[in-house]
């Protein structure tokens, strides 16, 4: 199965060409970058192009890119309008919402990438059918815009009341978006469980988000530092191995002298159960 990390590992941290080359040195033949302003400011030029000429030179590949998920560069603290939620039901605010989106994915103008990782609400989000129309709006926009680029949207199981396995299926049978998935095991674990979560979305996942946590917050730990059963999980991530990447999305600890190499490592240890 192909190794892939997240830049969601130093998210913190501008996005620079030193970093990318820690990540190709570490043994990782593929990114996702994660879209956040304070680490890749999709508005910025200089930046972009500055990736982009570096990755047509680099064999290290992008896999996939996280869509943002607020519009200021400090996680949503400069206030609730700079929350991304595709699922939000004021026309004005989903149009804005969905032009803002749009602006990460022409990175792939000048970076090319396969995914584009979308969330389905935001953390909490309780079940609303009219949120999941605008969903479908957003969504509908978006795929033609991203498949204009070579890109395709991915759905990702996260944390509220509109996208478990169970609640994307259902949305996916409602709207015929045939839209793929990327099933985080760290959210699965705050679910209904990684098994059951699996079983659900089995049949649609293209990409995977790995992290562990202690099955009540979104802590994304490295693995064994949390309650999730590796051994299991890799056992059925391992059932469809050509399907899919094993993807890292680790938050950097300050314990943790040398991130990118210690994810090597625990990368090394997972594998090890296949």
Not at 130 to 137: D, I, N, V
Not at 170 to 194: E, K, P, W
Not at 236 to 250: A, I
């Amino acid at each position: 199965m192909q190794r892939v990390i997240s830049t969601h590992l130093f998210v913190k941290h501008r996005l620079t060409t030193v970093w990318l080359e820690r990540v190709w040195d570490a043994g990782f033949p593929a990114v996702e970058i994660f879209c956040a302003r304070q680490h890749i400011d999709y508005r910025d030029k200089s930046q972009i192009t500055e990736l982009g000429h570096w990755f047509r030179d680099s064999e290290l590949k992008v896999h996939s890119l996280h869509a943002p998920m607020y519009n200021d560069d400090v996680w949503g603290r400069s206030g609730p309008q700079a929350v991304i939620d595709i699922t939000e039901t004021a026309k004005g605010k989903r149009i804005a919402v969905v032009d803002e989106i749009k602006r990460a994915i022409e990175i792939a103008d000048v970076v090319p990438f396969r995914y584009l990782i979308q969330h389905l609400g935001v953390t909490g989000e309780e079940f609303d059918e009219r949120r999941l129309e605008s969903a479908f709006s957003s969504l509908d926009e978006l795929k033609v815009f991203a498949g204009q680029r070579g890109v395709e949207v991915l759905l990702e199981n996260t944390p509220n009341e509109l996208s478990s396995g169970e609640r994307l299926n259902y949305f996916l049978s409602q709207t015929h978006l045939n839209l793929h998935y990327c099933f985080d095991v760290g959210h699965a674990h705050m679910a209904r469980g990684i098994e059951a979560e699996f079983e659900e979305m089995k049949e649609r996942i293209r990409s995977t988000h790995i992290h562990d946590n202690d099955g009540e917050e979104d802590q994304h730990l490295f693995p064994e530092e949390g309650t999730i059963d590796w051994r299991n999980t890799m056992r059925l991530l391992g059932s469809r191995r050509d399907q899919y990447p094993l993807l890292l999305e680790l938050r950097e600890q300050p314990d943790h002298e040398h991130p990118i190499e210690q994810a090597r490592q625990a990368m090394e240890e997972l594998t090890k159960h296949l």
